[in-house]
């Protein structure tokens, strides 16, 4: 059976208050809320830095059993080094959340715009670096990565070819390891409030159903993120698509705001 993880980019947002979270709600309990609503959260704050232990262990003390944290590496890795003599720093990262345990998700690399598959030798020699005991996942968002070449290459190490939906890159999702991992971004700062879906994807959501069905065989897990970029509320448009795709919903007894678009 496939196991779904699915939630948002962040949780938080204090514009979410009376939208998501119930007015009155302190930050510190923005995850405990959360985590009862959607059974994973992809953690942006890391890629701007490595956690702090106290943070690491807040996570796991407040988050129930089988809930996920996926974890973004930081620009540090990706975007300053562009993966070039970053191994330890790496490792530094990734030992800096083992308290995480079992509640850690895959770890998400997102390469920056600018590195293309000229660099592949060093995206081959980065990941060949990695402890195998991760699950790893890796977004491109430089179009000359989207060609068999980069399946053949992430088959090969047991890695996630992130699927996303995002401007002039190609929808699409190319199985490569027994999981599978897809972000739903849209276009940065498109909105200045998040406190309601302010676009219908519904038709874009089904395509993607679609296709996630169509790539079941062999998957053992589905993560999927949404961000508020996408439509203009995360939260929603993650409850949205649980909806529409028949998943079970843990929120059908917990208020929640009903304004859409």
Request: glycine letters at 6%.
């Amino acid at each position: 059976m496939n196991q779904f993880y699915l939630g948002t980019i962040g949780f938080s947002y204090k514009d979410w208050l009376g939208a998501f979270y119930p007015i009155g709600t302190p930050q510190k309990g923005y995850l405990p809320y959360y985590s009862k609503v959607f059974n994973c959260v992809e953690i942006d704050t890391t890629f701007h830095s490595v956690p702090r232990q106290s943070a690491v262990q807040s996570w796991v003390n407040t988050a129930p059993d089988g809930f996920k944290f996926c974890l973004k590496t930081p620009r540090r890795i990706t975007h300053e080094l562009g993966l070039k003599g970053a191994e330890g720093e790496m490792i530094e990262f990734l030992d800096s959340v083992r308290l995480l345990q079992e509640k850690l998700g895959p770890i998400l690399i997102q390469l920056p715009p600018k590195f293309s598959q000229d660099n592949y030798s060093i995206l081959d020699g980065f990941i060949e670096s990695l402890p195998k005991n991760h699950q790893i996942a890796v977004e491109f968002r430089h179009p000359s990565w989207y060609n068999k070449k980069t399946e053949q290459l992430l088959s090969h190490h047991q890695v996630c070819w992130v699927s996303i939906d995002f401007p002039n890159i190609p929808k699409q999702i190319v199985p490569t390891t027994s999981f599978l991992y897809i972000r739903w971004i849209g276009i940065n700062g498109m909105y200045q409030h998040h406190t309601y879906e302010r676009v219908d994807k519904t038709n874009q959501l089904k395509w993607w159903w679609d296709t996630i069905q169509s790539c079941m065989d062999g998957t053992t897990s589905i993560y999927g993120f949404f961000n508020n970029d996408y439509a203009g509320f995360a939260a929603g448009t993650c409850k949205r698509f649980k909806l529409l795709t028949g998943l079970d919903d843990a929120e059908e007894n917990i208020p929640f705001q009903q304004r859409l678009f």
